[in-house]
């Protein structure tokens, strides 16, 4: 995987589009455990027109989102070609610390913890300014 990855890399990897595709880059991955990306928020984002107008927060399932395709970037990068998709299997431990508002840049980690081939635990991690903003452990499995 040639870093940093762009949204149209990302794009290769992943099947979702606007306004789903919730990881702007990817940064650093060691290929098999780790890898860190963000998303911008921006205000032009679709969920603000409904999400406390007035005063705009990024909702927390959104988050979880992000951070369960960037760990999906990670282990589709096995199967590419191979016309499957990571799929959530299960969140645990979902906790939300701090709100993402517009102009944040959200970093996003995550962390492979138990890898089955096909099936996958991954801690994920999401900051804004070195402050935590919400972490889970999210469970994915791959699959036609």
Do not use: W
Not at 16 to 26: I, M, Q, T
Not at 36 to 56: D, I, L, M, S, Y
Not at 62 to 68: F, P, V
């Amino acid at each position: 995987m040639n870093l940093p990855l762009t949204i149209e890399d990302i794009k290769k990897v992943l099947p979702h589009r606007y306004p789903f595709l919730l990881v702007d880059r990817v940064s650093e991955c060691d290929g098999r455990e780790v890898i860190r990306g963000h998303k911008n928020v921006t205000g032009n984002e679709a969920f603000f027109q409904g999400h406390f107008p007035g005063n705009p927060v990024m909702p927390g399932v959104l988050i979880i989102e992000a951070m369960a395709q960037l760990g999906a970037v990670l282990l589709m990068q096995r199967f590419a070609g191979q016309g499957v998709y990571a799929y959530f299997a299960g969140i645990e431990k979902a906790r939300f610390k701090r709100t993402v508002i517009p102009g944040d840049r959200l970093d996003l980690e995550a962390l492979v913890v138990r890898d089955r081939g096909t099936f996958a635990i991954i801690d994920g991690k999401a900051t804004v300014d070195g402050e935590l903003a919400a972490a889970a452990t999210l469970m994915c499995m791959v699959s036609r």
